[in-house]
């Protein structure tokens, strides 16, 4: 079992799109497990879930919650508005940092991969995330200012590692909303070459792509591959799942 993170302190940025995208592209062929960990609840709502019975809030408070089936091998455990505030529930717990990471552990050998939607902030659900995931993956938008907080995150993923999960790795770093026919876009990558990222970044790049937005308005709720499996947003996903399977490949000799 893999368990990968999706995060930046940043909004805006195609997390909950990579995520979302990224769980449906692996479960075409392994078990998988999407947890949505942002009380905004965007993933949960864009693969259909509005009202669940259980979310991850009762998780954190070691509630009995329900897995929710949401496509052929792929689950949920959902978000929503509920899960404001958790910080505040469990500062007092002890070993706070592990209640996701023990609650997945509970779930054994299940799921193949399972996929955190993080939300864009650094607090205890991010920590949690973070203290629970095998690898690390930070999206960054191509636009101005979004080299901004980057070194943050990277510096407070290396604090997680140190204190409570060694064995977390960083993945990559993914340029989203990707425009080769605008400077912009090409100064981000050069901006990530001058700050010497230029091996962590994805080769891959999710370029800009109305098929992606169209396929999350409240009418439709699909995954890129649903609504338009040979859209450049679903060929850029699926691009960017097999690169991440010979990433894990390099990093797991056990993984078949």
């Not at 290396?158 to 425009?179: A, C, K, M, P, Q």
């Not at 009418?219 to 499996?229: A, G, L, P, S, V």
Request: proline share 3%.
């Amino acid at each position: 079992m893999k368990v990968i993170a999706i995060s930046n302190q940043k909004g805006g940025v195609a997390k909950t799109t990579t995520c979302l995208n990224l769980a449906a592209y692996f479960a075409r062929k392994y078990k998988v497990l999407i947890i949505d960990c942002d009380k905004q609840a965007n993933l949960s709502k864009n693969i259909g879930v509005e009202e669940p019975k259980t979310t991850i809030n009762d998780l954190f408070q070691k509630k009995p919650f329900e897995v929710i089936n949401v496509r052929k091998n792929l689950d949920l455990i959902p978000s929503s508005i509920d899960f404001a505030g958790i910080d505040l529930v469990i500062q007092g717990e002890l070993a706070r940092e592990t209640i996701l990471k023990k609650a997945i552990k509970k779930l054994g050998s299940a799921y193949d991969f399972i996929f955190l939607d993080c939300p864009p902030d650094m607090n205890l659900v991010t920590v949690n995330a973070l203290t629970a995931a095998d690898y690390v993956i930070i999206p960054v938008q191509a636009s101005q200012f979004s080299m901004d907080g980057v070194d943050i995150m990277i510096q407070f993923i290396g604090g997680v590692r140190e204190s409570l999960n060694e064995d977390l790795s960083l993945l990559g770093i993914l340029i989203t909303h990707f425009d080769e026919r605008l400077r912009i876009s090409k100064s981000i990558e050069q901006d990530f070459k001058d700050n010497e990222w230029e091996d962590a970044l994805f080769k891959t790049r999710i370029r800009r792509n109305t098929a992606i937005e169209n396929s999350q308005h409240k009418d439709n709720r699909m995954t890129i591959f649903e609504y338009q499996k040979n859209s450049p947003g679903a060929v850029d996903y699926a691009k960017l799942g097999n690169e991440i399977a010979r990433k894990i490949k390099k990093y797991s000799e056990t993984w078949d």
